[in-house]
């Protein structure tokens, strides 16, 4: 998802200079999550014309050309809103989700939200159009990892992709076809120079997650236990989407930190 929205900011901003079009205004859910839970930020929001306003001033301040520039942009309504995962609002996402429907849709901007397809209310997002990005194809994989790695690292990297990386049970599709576990995997062949890749699916999944849990700092011993725990019970129960009561109940049966609870609430729902 992120991905396709910096593609599109850069086609955006090429159409911008040639023919006075759409500017474009990233905002990323997770971050402005993160500002809607932050006490000194809040009132900034209860008193801008709109979240996406309130998210520029707090990003680049309310004195600074940037945010003049956009808020204008904005108010002449020539800017495309792009909200970047929906999904990840956290505590707020159905706060997020009422104000993108019944507050910046009704003024009249132009947006594009990504979020991953479990969750969505359909009733929700009645009047927007709905596209679904497709997984990417073996050739996209190969054109993925030789841009990346290069051809000899490609090369390297294939009998491994075709051998031991598993298929996807629903789809059938290798799930490097996801465009995060291909970049996880050329990730751990990068840090595996001169090493065997993992051997077994579980070291590739252990291997994976450990990235995972690294980008941003070092997560703590007692957000790991959590997060397996977590992911077992979700396992056993068969369930691809993690609720605020699945991630509680396990909580509670690991004695986890309200810290880490909250932490995971915040990354995870």
């Not at 396709?4 to 023919?19: I, K, P």
């Not at 706060?95 to 969750?119: D, K, M, N, Y």
């Not at 993925?144 to 789809?171: F, I, K, M, N």
Request: net charge positive; aromatic share 4%.
């Amino acid at each position: 998802k992120t991905c396709l929205l910096s593609q599109l900011v850069t086609h955006l901003a090429r159409a911008e200079q040639r023919a006075g079009g759409l500017v474009p205004v990233l905002v990323r859910v997770q971050q402005l999550q993160r500002q809607l839970l932050t006490p000194q930020v809040r009132p900034t929001f209860a008193r801008a014309w709109n979240w996406v306003d309130a998210y520029l001033q707090t990003e680049f301040g309310a004195g600074t050309d940037m945010y003049r520039m956009l808020r204008q942009a904005m108010a002449a309504r020539r800017a495309i809103v792009l909200l970047d995962g929906l999904d990840e609002g956290g505590q707020v996402r159905a706060e997020v989700e009422r104000h993108v429907t019944e507050v910046l849709a009704p003024q009249g901007h132009v947006l594009l939200c990504t979020s991953r397809p479990a969750g969505i209310v359909e009733e929700r997002f009645a009047g927007f159009r709905r596209l679904r990005l497709a997984p990417l194809t073996e050739a996209q994989q190969q054109t993925a990892l030789e841009e990346r790695l290069g051809a000899t690292g490609a090369a390297a990297l294939a009998p491994y992709l075709h051998d031991r990386v598993p298929c996807d049970a629903e789809t059938g599709l290798r799930v490097t076809a996801n465009p995060l576990m291909l970049s996880m995997v050329a990730s751990i062949f990068e840090l595996r120079q001169g090493i065997d890749m993992p051997a077994t699916v579980t070291d590739l999944y252990a291997d994976s997650s450990e990235a995972m849990l690294s980008r941003g700092g070092a997560a703590s011993p007692d957000v790991r236990k959590l997060v397996q725990a977590l992911f077992y019970e979700a396992k056993v129960a068969n369930v691809r989407v993690i609720s605020s009561e699945l991630l509680e109940k396990v909580a509670r049966k690991v004695k986890a930190s309200v810290d880490a609870l909250d932490l995971l609430k915040a990354r995870v729902l």
